[in-house]
């Protein structure tokens, strides 16, 4: 099974909504491949938030995303910063690369869109195969600790996103409904997406649908384990405490285990 694909209104509108860096995730991923150095693949690449970044450093990194909306947006941008990176349109449970990679990241809990724990380990099966025995593997996850622990908001719509389009005097709002299931660790949420004209008026409007799984540090460790990986480390909020309750990030690493 694919991972979610982000197309139309979520996606031309994704960097507008989702380009924020509360916990300074782009620092943290453009350090680690400074400091790992050699060959890197971001998984999940979007409109390219980390791998602009990265590239930037003079960091060799291929991008890959199963979304061709997101593809082209990053092909655009990266035109215009004068960038070439390789770019794959794949699904990350099954792509076939001649790369193998000395550093693959998977930001902004992309991960997470496979929903199934079956797809979720062939995809880390993947990863795994398309590492250099020396290589490194980190990803971040999120938490929803805040909706898990408000259950009055289960399935009511609330205002998310309001935001001026650059220039124009049109806006963009987002609403989203979320339902969770505490027992399955699954997330499953309504994004209504708009575009308001300067009087008032709805422009466009979509309703896109997510599924997402979230996962306890000892549930992903065996996952990863599971894989084929060893040596998991994970941190809290990208700091380097380890992760505990009231963090609401996971960052995730581990290396190729002997096969």
């Not at 139309?8 to 782009?26: H, Q, V």
């Not at 809990?109 to 593997?137: I, P, T, V, W």
């Not at 259950?151 to 009511?156: S, T, Y």
């Not at 409007?205 to 306890?216: A, H, Q, T, V």
Request: with cysteine; hydrophobic share 35%; proline share 2%.
């Amino acid at each position: 099974m694919s991972a979610k694909k982000y197309t139309g209104l979520e996606a031309e509108l994704y960097d507008l909504f989702r380009g924020g860096d509360d916990f300074d995730e782009i620092g943290y991923y453009v350090d680690l491949a400074l400091n790992r150095g050699g060959n890197c693949l971001d998984v999940g690449c979007g409109t390219g938030r980390i791998l602009i970044p990265i590239a930037q450093q003079g960091i060799k990194i291929t991008g890959l995303d199963n979304s061709s909306d997101m593809i082209e947006e990053c092909r655009k941008r990266l035109s215009s910063e004068g960038i070439a990176v390789d770019l794959i349109e794949e699904d990350m449970t099954n792509f076939n690369y001649e790369n193998n990679f000395d550093l693959i990241i998977i930001p902004g809990g992309s991960f997470q869109l496979l929903d199934e724990r079956d797809d979720a380990l062939e995809a880390l099966k993947n990863f795994r195969k398309h590492l250099q025995s020396e290589g490194l593997f980190v990803m971040s996850l999120f938490t929803p600790f805040y909706e898990i622990s408000h259950e009055f908001l289960d399935g009511v719509w609330r205002l998310e996103k309001d935001e001026k389009i650059e220039g124009s005097e049109s806006r963009a709002l987002c609403h989203s409904c979320v339902d969770l299931d505490r027992c399955e660790n699954l997330m499953e949420i309504r994004h209504r997406f708009e575009l308001i004209n300067n009087n008032g008026i709805t422009e466009s409007s979509e309703i896109k649908f997510s599924r997402l799984r979230w996962y306890g540090k000892y549930e992903i460790q065996l996952l990863l384990e599971s894989a084929g990986f060893q040596h998991v480390r994970i941190s809290g909020d990208f700091e380097n405490d380890d992760m505990r309750d009231g963090h609401t990030v996971m960052s995730v690493s581990a290396v190729p285990g002997s096969i």
